[in-house]
């Protein structure tokens, strides 16, 4: 049987391959666990996280290992980012720098990040500490960009 989780993933992994216009290589992040960090390009961290929830809003839960593990990525690669899969209704991409800034694990070891949208608009995040100030278009386009101005 195919993990859940394998479908969602695959989703992120496909749009990369597809929009970007020469090879790249995609590699698992060694982890205990559930696979759920990449390297991409051997230059770039990439952590997925997916909500089967068919309608809005998207809670998305980490745990102490999983933002030990972005920070362990930021220390291996200079650009890290978060790609949280909102069922079928799109991706939405972070930074870490923007992950961080709306991330609070506070006293139960566990933090959230909540991604909602309203019909023909753009993606809402937020987190037990923030707001992000700007709303975040669908799309992988922020990895892609970033992969293109690191060569």
Known sequence: MIAEYKFYHGVVLAELVNLMDRAVSINELHEE???????IDDKLGLQIKHSANRLT???FTFT???LLQLLTMQTHHKLVFLALVCHDDGIVTL???????ILSPGESQQAWIRVERRRNEWYAVSGGAAEL???KPQG???IIQALYESR
């Open 140 to 142: 992988v386009q922020p």
């Open 133 to 135: 100030p700007n709303k």
């Open 33 to 39: 666990g559930r696979l759920s960090s990449y390297v």
């Open 64 to 66: 102490k290992q999983n």
């Open 57 to 59: 809003p998207w809670q």
């Open 95 to 101: 930074s870490l720098e923007e992950a961080i800034s």
